[in-house]
């Protein structure tokens, strides 16, 4: 190949070489395994993302929780009922800690308006000063015994006394409102 | 003759970097020019792969970036309910209505349909394969002792399983009927391990088809049909909502356009429509 053909050819044959193994990655999750949807695709590294959360508030900034931290405050057992949108009922126990201990202890002032919790998800929920003081509101890693499902991250509320759509999992942030 | 080979060289570097860029957003609309929309909405929408189709068209056209959220419809309501969301695409009719009495939704039109459908494993224990009367082979089902399995999450689809088990007059409890808890794409794979029947949408359904060894047992039931609304949050209640950015994407969503997209969706790839437009 003459000196000139070369130093066209080889450049752009890596050129090419490198564009078709890019656009050819990150397609299948595998020989023989069934594909994820895309909303499960979503929550790859939710369940790592969850362990720590972030508590703002106009006051000054908290610092961030992480799991471990908060498994150490006291645990509780709060018998529930979880009322679903189409009104079915759910009993049981879940255990955790109290939401009120642990914004406590990272030293949030009361009283406050409300607790914006957002959810990794991008889900928001909204719980009023009075709900998050209530001693069966709770952040809970267990449901009758068992690990709550590793979908709903390492912790989710509990919000003993309202329906199930203020029972938040997936949460990475809680933003106090005055 | 050196410096034209290098030029040569560059130009296709270019090419194939310009090749390789993802169009996310479009680039006659500087970025920030764009407000944020946030649009509350299900799994079975973004899972179909509707949703991510959707938001690119009208990102092309609109002056929006539009955060999409995908949570049951329960959830995408509540959202709404507390000014989280701007728009909210749902499937759950009944939640729908009492949202708009409320007075939580300034609009609501219905928008696109599919249907449930209950699959089942190949040799069928209950026997309810061509059955066109859900509530029929849900007794069936719950008769023979064969597995079903429920989403149990308060989806739509799981309030959808919940209607049928009520017109066939029976509340399902036993050792034969369990909860997965978790997402459709789960709930099927579960279902196929356990060898149970499944309620399911059909978009989501046909995504996973080919890696399942599940099939239709009942499809047809008029009282199956999923029908997807989009609701405009009530700007009187909410003052800070987009309800600008919300009207132009209720809006898009019955343009021509949009509904070639929505109609043919799926064809390509699958062979058939996973949704119908809403006459």
Known sequence: ?178 | MRKRAVLLVALLVAAAVSLGVCGCGSPSIPEGERSELILATTTSVLDSGLLDALIERFEKSHPYRVKAVAVGSGAALLMARQGEADVTITHEPKAEVEFMQAGFGESRREVMHNDFIIVGPSDDPAGIRGMADAAEAFTRISRSGASFLSRGDASGTHAMELSVWERAGILPAGDWYRESGQGMGYTLRLAEEEGAYTLSDRATFVVLDEALDLEVMVEGDPGLLNVYSVIVTNPALFPDANVEGAREFAAFLFEKGTGDLIRDFGVDRYGRHLFYLCE
Not at chain 1, 70 to 91: Q, W
Request: charged content about 30%; aromatic content about 8%.
């Open chain 1, 1 to 178: 190949m003459s000196g000139m053909r070369r130093h066209i050819f080889l450049p752009a044959a890596l050129v090419t070489m490198a564009f078709l193994l890019a656009s050819s990655c990150g397609c299948g999750e595998g020989e023989g395994r069934p594909p994820l949807l895309e909303s499960e695709k979503r929550l790859e590294g939710m369940y790592e993302e969850c362990r720590t959360i972030a508590i703002s508030d106009p006051l000054g900034q908290h610092p961030d929780i992480d799991i471990e931290e908060i498994r150490r405050y006291e645990n509780v057992d709060v018998e529930a009922v979880l009322v679903r949108s189409n009104g079915m009922e759910k009993p049981g126990v879940w255990t955790g800690v109290r939401l009120r201990d642990v914004l406590r202890g990272q030293g949030v002032e009361e009283p406050f308006v409300e607790i914006r919790i957002e959810a990794w998800d991008g889900y928001v929920a909204r719980i009023s000063y009075e709900m998050a003081m209530r001693p069966d509101t709770i952040l809970a890693w267990a449901e009758d015994g068992a690990p709550i499902p590793r979908e709903q991250g390492p912790v989710r509320l509990v919000v003993g006394s309202e329906d199930g759509f203020y029972w938040i999992h997936r949460i990475v942030r809680m933003a106090i409102e005055r």
